[in-house]
């Protein structure tokens, strides 16, 4: 069963989350990119399924995970092109967030028809994903204080583990928002999400 678009979109949340960006090649540009690639979208996976069973372990193994990356982005950091380099350090983010894509603030703009890839950390189920992403529409913001750009950009295809943890992340969201207006109303709301 596919969820189209539009049933995506109604799972749609404003938050702040810890995240980086940056941009990518379409298609990896090496062949050892490329395989790197396969890998790291394989463990992603596995770690996505490991979080099910235990969160425990697999917030160790996203540790690891993340720590072999810096040391490579250190090992190649000097002689990169700098816009295609590592991700800049993660920063707490205004963000759009649905099934479908994402919008989210940044310092530096990226034009449409790019491509990016997005560390994200879904707190609200602990977990840390890499998205990647077509940008579809760049903004200038429109807060003085905070020059910058708006983008959004929608979800690549094959990547149905990451987008089914945006999803869960949005739900969580949501259902956290009822329990508070439920609150404010003096109504408690059960929780359904219990094992």
């Not at 298609?27 to 996976?45: F, K, P, Y």
């Not at 690549?156 to 945006?166: F, N, P, S, T, Y």
Request: hydrophobic content about 35%; glycine content about 6%; overall charge negative.
């Amino acid at each position: 069963y596919e969820m189209s678009d539009n049933q995506r979109d109604f799972y749609r949340i404003q938050d702040r989350l810890l995240m980086a960006w940056r941009f990518v090649e379409a298609e990896a540009v090496t062949e050892s990119e490329s395989a790197l690639s396969t890998v790291n979208r394989e463990l992603e996976e596995e770690l996505l399924e490991l979080h099910d069973e235990s969160p425990e372990t697999a917030r160790v193994f996203t540790l690891l995970n993340r720590k072999i990356e810096l040391l490579m982005s250190y090992g190649q950091g000097a002689d990169k092109p700098t816009n295609l380099g590592g991700f800049c350090d993660k920063a707490l983010v205004d963000v759009s967030l649905s099934g479908s894509g994402m919008g989210y603030f940044s310092a530096t703009n990226a034009e449409e028809g790019s491509y990016v890839e997005v560390i994200l950390s879904l707190e609200s189920i602990d977990v840390e994903i890499t998205v990647r992403m077509i940008i579809i529409e760049t903004r200038i913001s429109a807060d003085a204080e905070n020059p910058g750009f708006w983008l959004r950009g929608r979800f690549l295809e094959d990547q149905d583990k990451q987008v089914d943890a945006v999803v869960a992340h949005v739900n969580q969201r949501q259902f956290e928002q009822l329990q508070r207006r439920a609150k404010a109303n003096g109504t408690p709301i059960e929780d359904t999400n219990e094992d």
